[in-house]
């Protein structure tokens, strides 16, 4: 009987930035489609999601801004240009909500994650409604407290 390789598992890239500027209101899966040197990089883990975005055109969804980095001996024969535009595979249902709940005022569409799928590389796209400043200070000030909390919950534990 034959060897079979495991599938790779787990996330390659997370798009924090995306958490802080935005309120998640839903949270899609897509398909991405790739060319067989980002596949490599990807497995090497060699890409990034930070300040990408989602466009939605003509029906379709392309993948914006993010970037995967080719590895030298990967893309000899091709000329790798690591942040072009890449295609999101989505159901057409999933594609008329994302397109007409962003066209509601507020409404942006942007990449969570990336991250296997048995051996597939999926995208995880949400849809969010932009934060205000002060609107983050508040997350920021509540996380503060909370982590407050839990070390004097912590700390009270020892003492005794």
Avoid at 50 to 75: C, M, Q, R
Wanted: glycine content about 8%; hydrophobic content about 35%; proline content about 2%.
């Amino acid at each position: 009987m034959a060897n079979q390789k495991k599938h790779p598992a787990g996330t390659i890239a997370l798009n924090k930035k995306a958490l802080h500027d935005y309120y998640i209101e839903q949270r899609f899966e897509a398909g991405i489609a790739l060319a067989g040197w980002e596949i490599k990089s990807l497995r090497a883990g060699k890409g990034q999601l930070t300040d990408s975005y989602v466009l939605l055109k003509d029906g379709e969804a392309w993948l914006l801004g993010s970037h995967i980095t080719p590895l030298n001996a990967a893309s000899t024969h091709v000329i790798a240009d690591p942040t072009r535009t890449r295609k999101l595979l989505l159901h057409g249902k999933e594609l008329d909500k994302l397109q007409s709940a962003v066209q509601q005022k507020g409404f942006a569409c942007v990449a969570l994650a990336l991250y296997w799928k048995k051996h597939l590389v999926k995208c995880e796209i949400a849809l969010g409604k932009g934060k205000k400043e002060y609107d983050k200070r508040a997350v920021e000030k509540e996380r503060d407290s909370n982590r407050e909390i839990q070390r004097a919950v912590r700390s009270k534990g020892k003492d005794e």
